[in-house]
Each structure stands twice: as C-alpha cells, then as structure tokens.
C-alpha cells in the first residue's frame, strides 16, 4: 500500500528565504505527483502535476521536482513572501484509477 | 462561476443522528470524490464515484454512505455508526476518474463536530 510522507511537517522562515519542502513515497509505480496548497479552514489549491515520466514542473516562484525510482519530491519555493504561507500537501497517483494517496503536509509560516 | 461548493460550512452532529454533507458542481465533471482531513494530517479517501448511479468504497469508507443520482451531485451521510465524526470533509471533482493526468478540483469544505 502507498505511503506518502512529508518532512518538515512545520517550518517557520523569515521572509526573503528560498526554502525546500519534501515529500517521499513507498512505491515508486506512480502515474503522477501534484502539489496543492491549502489556507487553514479551506480547501485545496492545485500547485504543480508531474507526470511521472517528467523531471520538473516550474510556475512563477515554484518548482517541483520529482525523482520517482528514489521516491521522492522536492518543492522549491524562491524569495518565500508572507502570502506563502499554508499547508502545503503532496499527493500521488498509482497506475489505476484517478485515486490519490496524501501526505500528511508541511504546514509553512513566512514572517515579515 | 464555475466551481464546487459545499454546505454548511460547520455541522454539528448529536450522538446517535445522521448527518449529511452536500457537494455539488457545475464543472460538468463525471467523477466526484469525498475526503476526511484530520487534524494535522493528509486527506483520506472516503468514497468516490467515477459516473452517475455508480460510487466506489474508498479507504475509510465505514460508517458513511454516499448516492450519486445527478451528475451534479455527490452527497455524504455520517451515519451513527462512525464513531469518530470530528473532521473536515472535503468534496473534490474531476473531468473523469480514468485519466490520470486530469487534476481533482477541491471545495471549501465542511467542518463536523460532535456535541
């Protein structure tokens, strides 16, 4: 069964910081990976997919990488703003069906 | 406004009763999934449904129930037999539920708790 873990599962920085949430998965058989992000009470926000026949995904101050035969993902968020700041949750995708298997998230504060 | 939307935003539950949460859309999408988020944790597959009349069991599916009689709409019932209620649930959709590279569109969520 997969299983999906995310470290830190807090992080406080000051703001101006590049900074680099991770996220590691069991079984590396997987059709995708998607970041989301969610604000406290609300719900999820779809960042960046990587297919996983894909290295990277970039959109604006965001990218994600993903290296599936070592079950791992990184997101990179540059020059960290005080808006970044949420939980932010990886979740993958197996070979069958749209089902998506969560990480239990970073949650990120970014203080002025 | 496209989009899904779910009511109410907090729920309270008595103990023994059943509840039910509402998600709908107009996104045109044929697949609709419900998720349980504990605190400080990552979201959880309750049920999902890939079409109209059709829903599937999902990880923690026991103690709820589901009916997917319009496209629209998936509603969850908690049933009195969920012993552990107090969570936020999450409705999400996508264009179907075969293509993996079609992304899940989340609500806002419904927050349960138990008086």
């Known amino acids: 069964k997969q299983e999906v873990t995310q470290i830190p599962a807090a992080l406080s920085v000051p703001e101006g910081e590049n900074l680099v949430l991770n996220c590691s998965f069991t079984?590396?058989?997987?059709?995708?990976l998607q970041w989301f992000r969610q604000d406290p009470g609300k719900g999820l926000t779809s960042l960046l997919l990587i297919q996983s026949s894909q290295r990277e995904q970039t959109s604006g101050r965001l990218n994600a990488s993903l290296d599936k035969s070592s079950g791992r993902s990184t997101l990179y968020i540059a020059a960290s703003q005080p808006g970044d700041s949420a939980t932010y949750l990886c979740a993958v995708r197996g070979n069958a069906g749209n089902m998506l298997t969560f990480g239990g998230g970073t949650r990120l504060m970014v203080k002025p | 406004d496209g989009g899904i939307t779910q009511s109410p935003k907090y729920l309270f539950r008595k103990e023994g009763q059943n509840v039910t949460l509402s998600c709908e859309q107009n996104?045109?999408?044929?697949?609709m999934y419900w998720y349980r988020q504990d605190p400080g944790q990552g979201l959880r597959l309750i049920y999902y449904s890939q079409i109209v009349n059709d829903f599937q069991k999902g990880d923690i599916a026991e103690g709820y129930s589901v009916s997917r009689e319009k496209k629209e709409s998936f509603p969850l019932t908690v049933t009195s037999a969920q012993k552990n209620p107090t969570a936020f649930y999450l409705c999400a959709s996508s264009i179907d539920g075969t293509s993996g590279s079609r992304t899940q569109y989340f609500g806002p969520g419904t927050r349960l708790l138990v008086l």
């Open positions: 079984d590396s058989a997987i059709y995708n």
């Open positions: 996104l045109n999408h044929d697949a």
